[in-house]
């Protein structure tokens, strides 16, 4: 069983960060009103995990028995899709929500549609949530009709505090200051994407152990470097200088 499903935050206070957006997101929700969602960001800053909790939030307004209906519209991305089925759901007894995942990969003809779709949606109690990698591929019609949110990709301390909190829950106890460093490693390289630190972590652990040996993580050079390692090119007169001074840079956090 994968741990991040397993451990999938239940409730958003569960989820880490993300603090501004949770609370206008339980704003929009706590006024009784029902309004539709877009979430961009980045692929694994956390866009899907919000939905479905949107989601939750929404139907438990209702005393009548309500779905929540999840699509990956990179394969339902065309105007049939809308016609046929969305369409017919929305007009459908009850309420329900709608997740459409990568919704920046639809097709215009079938984003127009839906936004036809919106505003009768809100008058049969159904919410519409769009997730994103490209906010600008979402067409602007629906834009005005949602209220949308930039998800970012969280920072490795955050993304340590959860990893902590799951090794905890699995009984696996970090013995070692080599085992805290290798598994700082494997969450600098997941790049803010929490569901790739916790599957590596996963992988790494045996036996409620970490395994120093299952892989090598390769050093991660943060973003705030980068100035720094152009300044170095462009600065030093040498090959050999540049290797030098690179090396620092790159190390420099495990000195």
Known sequence: VSWADKHEPKSLDE?????????????????????????????????????????????????????????????DRGINFVRNEIMILVQSRGAAVFILDEADMMTKEAQNALRAILPEAKRRNKMFIFTC??????????????????????????IQTRVIEILKAENVVIKTEDEVNYIRSIILQSKGDMRQAIDSVQEAVNDNEINLNYYQPQHFVDDSKIDALLDIIMFQQSIDAINIDVRDLIFQDDK
Do not use: M, P, W
């Open 15 to 75: 989820v880490i960060g993300h603090q501004l957006v949770k609370q206008k997101i339980q704003d929009s929700i706590g006024d009784n009103q029902i309004a539709h969602f877009i979430l961009h960001g980045e692929s694994g800053s956390g866009k899907t995990v919000l939905a479905k909790l949107i989601a939750k939030l929404f139907i438990q307004r209702f005393d009548e028995e309500a779905s929540i209906r999840q699509y990956n519209a990179s394969d």
């Open 133 to 158: 990698n490209h906010y600008d591929r979402i067409e602007e019609a629906i834009k005005s009709r949602c209220r949308s949110f930039s998800i970012n990709r969280l920072s490795s301390k955050e």
